[in-house]
């Protein structure tokens, strides 16, 4: 006979019945139920054993293997990733091993993290330690109500085409992979655009870095004249603590011109949505390998810039970057 599900109601007038010196042909005619004599005996074994026909189940005892890890080794693994999640598999068997004396092989340290902890690893974001949550937020809630189309925002990135190689490559199953560097001693061109809610504003390209006198230079002859006085549209300059943007004769240059001038958080790109645009730009230019063959640099990535850094795709970022952008019409 398979098993049967038996109501507890069941079990415990069966067991009642057998007290009392019923048979169990009686009982199984009287409850309707064709009851085994095996669970009979076990409804009775169970019941002189803990007055209780239903078995708890916290009682059953534990199928199959016994557990490697013992809860407090599971908590400490669990703190121990949260502390130090760049910790190599056998780092963390020693650790665990001084800690609370388990011993386990390095495979059966993986094993249990991703089985039964569901914790594999992966490639983590860059995050800066000087970086100041409460700043953050408080930058935050002061933009929270400023519309998106009051705001310009500008940094300075260099590109390099040996930093555009791709990052991945396909070969035959077993076998390696390569990549090569066309240019040998490729130069770095530094771009800087201004970006508002409707795309670019000014843009400025050099084979050289930006010093204060060149964003002195691209502020006041490049930029402000597409900016307007304060409260309008694009009349906030936003950009990072970077020493450029404070020195030299920024703020007077903004004063002038009616412009505000609001700095990022400390360590908060991700509140840039021009860092968003310089990762679309330079995917642009890794896919288009643009740069392998180019006689001019300069105007090819000034070229990429205008086709990548579109009004749809500011709009999409500002968006992203938590600013107050109007409906999409």
């Given at each position: 006979?398979?098993f049967?599900?038996?109501h ?42 803990t ?12 199928q ?38 388990t ?34 937020y ?14 310009v ?8 085409d ?10 035959p ?48 002859w ?65 896919r ?42």
């Amino acid at each position: 006979m398979g098993f049967i599900l038996y109501h507890p109601a069941t079990k415990v007038a069966a067991v009642r019945m057998l007290i009392q010196g019923h048979d169990q042909s009686f009982i199984q005619t009287a409850l309707g139920e064709p009851i085994s004599r095996q669970s009979f005996g076990r409804w009775m074994e169970l019941y002189q054993h803990t007055r209780c026909v239903i078995r708890n189940p916290n009682d059953y005892e534990q199928q199959g293997r016994p557990l490697l890890l013992s809860d407090s080794d599971t908590k400490f693994m669990i703190k121990l990733v949260q502390e130090e999640p760049g910790l190599f598999l056998d780092e963390i068997r020693e650790r665990l091993y001084d800690e609370n004396g388990t011993l386990l092989s390095v495979e059966a340290i993986h094993r249990n993290l991703v089985v039964k902890l569901s914790i594999t690893l992966k490639k983590p974001s860059t995050m800066n330690i000087r970086k100041c949550l409460i700043t953050k937020y408080d930058y935050v809630e002061k933009m929270r109500f400023v519309p998106a189309e009051f705001l310009v925002f500008t940094d300075e990135s260099a590109i390099c085409d040996r930093d555009l190689l791709r990052n991945f490559a396909r070969a035959p199953k077993g076998s390696p992979s390569a990549r090569f560097v066309v240019n040998q001693n490729p130069e770095r061109i530094s771009v800087l655009p201004a970006i508002g809610i409707g795309g670019i504003l000014a843009m400025a390209v050099t084979d050289n870095t930006f010093n204060g006198k060149k964003w002195d230079d691209f502020l006041e002859w490049d930029l402000i004249p597409w900016m307007n006085r304060y409260p309008n549209h694009n009349s906030i300059l936003v950009c990072d603590n970077a020493k450029i943007h404070k020195g030299g004769r920024v703020e007077r240059i903004c004063h002038e011109a009616g412009i505000l001038i609001k700095y990022l958080p400390p360590y908060c790109p991700e509140l840039n949505p021009i860092e968003l645009c310089f990762s679309a730009l330079k995917y642009k230019l890794r896919r288009s390998k643009i740069l392998n063959e180019s006689d001019d640099p300069e105007w090819d990535i000034q070229e990429t810039i205008d086709s990548v850094i579109t009004s749809d795709l500011c709009y999409k970022h500002f968006r992203h970057c938590g600013y107050s952008v109007p409906p999409k019409i």
